[in-house]
């Protein structure tokens, strides 16, 4: 029976523990503040921007909402990253993707002051990862990260394959996993013989984009697998890239979907507004 790594508990935990860290940095006068900005009203982009508004007000973070509207210029969003960037009160920026079509996204991710950058999207954030040093880690891999090793889960050593190779997960995850000492290959949809590659994984992560695609035809028995998909399906159900019911009974651990990868994300910006703390003070 394949254990089910509980993404829902793990980031509970997570937040009560940086609850108590930033009651702690509060006792030394330091507040924290994430700003987060929004352009238009795409309805997902609300609920995510919502549901981070939520946890900043449970870990005792403040928040600050810039919701603009969807013929925002770019110069003027441009404007408000600068005005951000130089107020001392505050920590952390993050703007809600996709922008609108008007709107580089590369331009102003850029803009953003990397030791505010909570997203960990700035070029130099990445760059940082990738030769191992200090920065903000993109908030899906990096709560994967914590996903196993919270759940007892041995990297090191391990053959460790990524179907994805977007910048905001696989990328990023290739480099975590990596510095987590795993040997990590990473497939795309110009892989060849795609099942052979995955077959050979003790870790997977599949971040692939595509509803259910991944049945155990592609999965070693005994692997762990983490599914990153979100989708909806035609009953308006939650799904992953994973076939949760078909791959489940042969792998030694699995994320659910909902409940796995997703609340980890929110969890892990968080960190990542404690963070701020350190690098802003
Ligand atoms: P992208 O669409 O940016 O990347 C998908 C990747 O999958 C690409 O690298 C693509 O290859 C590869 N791919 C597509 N089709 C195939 C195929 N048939 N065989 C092999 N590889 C293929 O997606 P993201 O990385 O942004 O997101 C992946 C999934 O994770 C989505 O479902 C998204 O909704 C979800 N997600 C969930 C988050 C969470 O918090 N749980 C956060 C972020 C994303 P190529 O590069 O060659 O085109």
């Given amino acids: 029976m394949a254990q089910i790594i509980d993404g829902k508990a793990i980031s509970a935990q997570i937040k009560d523990e940086l609850k108590e860290k930033v009651a702690n940095i509060k006792k030394d006068g330091i507040t924290l503040c994430l700003a987060v900005i929004q352009v238009g009203n795409d309805p997902a982009s609300s609920v995510y921007v919502g549901n981070k508004k939520k946890a900043c007000e449970y870990i005792g973070i403040e928040s600050l909402a810039y919701e603009l509207e969807e ?5 003027e969003l441009l404007d408000l990253i600068h005005e951000l960037n130089k107020r001392q009160d505050v920590n952390g920026i993050l703007v809600q993707l996709p922008l609108p079509k008007h709107i ?10 990397p030791s505010k950058d909570v997203d960990g999207f700035h070029p130099q954030s990445v760059g940082a990862l990738c030769i191992g040093q200090k920065g903000f880690i993109s908030c899906t891999p990096a709560g994967i990260i914590q996903l196993l ?7 090191a050593g391990k053959e460790c394959v990524i179907i994805g190779r977007s910048n905001i997960v696989g990328k990023p995850m290739a480099l975590l996993l990596l510095r987590e000492n795993g040997t990590v290959t990473v497939a795309h949809s110009k892989t060849e013989n795609l099942k052979e590659v995955t077959k050979r994984a003790d870790i997977l992560v599949v971040a692939v984009g595509r509803p259910k695609m991944i049945t155990r035809e592609y999965v070693k028995e005994g692997a762990v697998v983490i599914d990153v998909g979100i989708h909806r399906n035609e009953n308006n159900k939650l799904c992953g890239d994973v076939d949760y019911d078909d791959v489940a009974p042969i792998c030694s651990a699995i994320t659910p979907v ?3 990868v997703g609340p980890m ?3 892990m910006l968080m960190n990542n507004c404690v963070e701020s703390a350190h690098l802003n003070s």
Wanted: glycine share 10%.
């Fill in 104 to 113: 580089d996204e590369d331009m102003i991710i850029r803009a953003i002051d």
């Fill in 265 to 267: 994300t929110i969890a």
């Fill in 258 to 260: 909902p409940g796995g």
């Fill in 71 to 75: 013929n925002t210029t770019q110069e």
């Fill in 149 to 155: 090793k919270r759940s007892g889960i041995e990297i």
